[in-house]
Each structure stands twice: as structure tokens, then as C-alpha cells.
Nanobody
Framework: VQLQASGGGLVQAGGSMRISCAAS????????MGWFRQAPGKEREFVAA????????YYGDPVKGRFTISRDMAKNTAYLQMNSLKPEDTAVYYC????????????????WGQGTQVTVSS
């Protein structure tokens, strides 16, 4: 599975942004896709995940109620809609995929995209 993240950029605090992750190489019917983020000097942390077949979603505590993960099965693409953005959301956002149910730990994902920078100005 190859993953290509896109859509990052600069946004003001309180604003919104949507980033995408396009998958290729195989269908994701038995997979889960997750978003992680890594700020400078910090560990990579779990943001959200979605089970591809069921659509069940999971979120990390810092983003609950503000971020929404979704997928377009026809386009083999996952999205992360980010609302009410805060400066502390600034990070490189990575999409990842694994064969099986959604997980929240980075070591449990097998495939990674290259990351897209999201910067939230105060």
C-alpha cells in the first residue's frame, strides 16, 4: 500500500483545514487508516483512525469534538477535517494504514505516507 498525504498549509487559529490521504497499490477493504502527528521535539501521537469497511472512527483526546476522519471508498482516500484549530495543532501530519482493525499506536501500522505540514498561527 502506498499512501500520499496532501492538503496541509498555514491557517489562523480558529480556522479549518482538510487534509487527504490517497491510497494506491491495493484495496483497503480489510484495512484501517489512521492519522498521526509529530510536532518538533515531540513524539508522534495518535490523532484519529477509521476502519475502512465499517466506518467506525476513533479519536485522540486532544482532537475529540474538533477533528473528523472520513473515507471515500470509491476514491480510496481518507480525509481529516480539522476545525477550531489551535496553535498546538501545528505539526507534520502523517497518514498510515494497517491490515486489520483500527489501532492507536504507531508501531501497529505497517504503511506510512510522507507527511504534510499543518501550521496554525496565533
Amino acid at each position: 500500500v502506498q499512501l500520499q498525504a496532501s492538503g496541509g498549509g498555514l491557517v489562523q487559529a480558529g480556522g479549518s483545514m482538510r487534509i487527504s490521504c490517497a491510497a494506491s497499490g491495493r484495496t483497503l477493504s480489510s484495512h484501517a487508516m489512521g492519522w498521526f502527528r509529530q510536532a518538533p521535539g515531540k513524539e508522534r501521537e495518535f490523532v484519529a483512525a477509521i476502519s475502512w469497511s465499517s466506518g467506525f472512527t476513533y479519536y485522540g483526546d486532544p482532537v475529540k469534538g474538533r477533528f473528523t476522519i472520513s473515507r471515500d471508498m470509491a476514491k480510496n482516500t481518507a480525509y481529516l477535517q480539522m476545525n477550531s484549530l489551535k496553535p498546538e495543532d501545528t505539526a507534520v501530519y502523517y497518514c498510515a494504514a494497517r491490515n486489520g482493525i483500527s489501532k492507536t499506536k504507531r508501531d501497529e501500522y505497517d504503511y506510512w505516507g510522507q507527511g504534510t505540514q499543518v501550521t496554525v498561527s496565533s
